[in-house]
């Protein structure tokens, strides 16, 4: 099977190329690198040749190239020399340490610096002569200066990919939560409409069915009269949301959040809107007073259980009861259980998953379903938020 080399890179063909030719003019010109040797000059131009042709695969082969070309060094100390082939070789050394697997950049600058070492130290007790210094000082220009040079390259290149790296996780990971921020607000905004809108829509709903299905001017009249009173605060509450979306400055700021100071009131709205309600607060009068995400949370979830109540429960009671413990709150809605006798609004869920999040966002619990009861089947729901937030996941 033939042996396949690697295409050469751009940058490797021209070193290649100008070495090659500087290498051919300085033997045209008779400028060799060191006195008579073994071989003739002539012979000079092999390892010329060969490590032009291993600077092809300088990127690509480099140690292969290095190997090769360490040989081909060799044999040219036994010719007249030729500089260009040096100069060639000291560039496959870098190349080897800058393009080499990770240990071969390790330990090519310990190898050629003991080499260095070596060299130095073997030609000074050979010869008996300070000069054979210079044969070591010059084995470390051609040998472990380059290949120093290259480690320090290689460690920049490896740092600023580093960085690069960092800056990109670090641009993902803030997209990440920009999209999670955004996704959260989004899902806010979608509890915080429906909690506050659904009511009043489900009470028109409710009413407008019954003034067109009922001949009789009374409750047309009464049933108009709720339909306007909820159509009114709706639309205020939509434009004072629309507002607050719509403004860049930040002037605008969101209304006061409900407390359970208003959940009387809240009862109140919902008799008027024709269901009948109670209100059942076992909390301590002198009890501590809640955390503001608390008391939103109840105050959203009884909203959210006289709405629904309002559009499938059947006649009957509707029970709300606070109950609050030291560590938790109770918030429990129940109402008859059955097909209603009157109008009746759709519903899409959205409730259910709305009082859910709620709870969840508190590390509390939420249940809600068909209870048995010794007055008959009803629909409870029960939401146990904790008063402190370490207490994730209280259970009633």
Known sequence: MALSLPRPQRVDVQIAAVSLLCGLALWALGLNAQGTRVLGDNWSLLPLFVLAGL???RSSRPQTSLVIGTFALVFDQFT???????????????????????????RIPLTTGAVTVAMTIGFLAW????????????TGIVSYGPAATGVLVRNHREAAAAAKLRAEQTALLAEM???????????????????MVANHLSAIAIHSTAALSLDDPKTTQDALAVIRENSVEGLAEMR??????????GDLEPAAAPT?????????GARTN?????LEDARPPDGAKLPAPVELAAYRIVQESLTNALKHAAPGLVTVTLAQRPRALTVRVTSPYGDPSGPRAPGSGAGLVGMRERTDLLGGTFEAGPEST???KVWSVVATLPVDPADEGAKE
Do not use: K
């Open 374 to 376: 010794p007055d008959g």
């Open 177 to 195: 939560d920009r999209v999670q921020a955004v996704g959260a607000e989004r899902a806010r905004m979608a509890r915080e409409l429906h909690d």
């Open 260 to 268: 359970l100071d208003g959940l009387a009131a809240l009862v109140e």
């Open 240 to 249: 004072r949301l629309i507002g607050i979306l719509r403004d860049q400055t």
């Open 127 to 138: 010869w008996q002569d300070p000069q054979a210094v210079l044969i070591g000082v010059v």
């Open 80 to 106: 007249t020399g030729n500089l260009a082939s040096i100069m060639m070789f000291t560039d496959i050394v870098y190349a080897a340490v800058v393009y080499g697997t990770p240990a071969a950049a390790r």
């Open 274 to 278: 024709g269901l009948d309600v109670t």
């Open 55 to 57: 600077e092809l695969l």
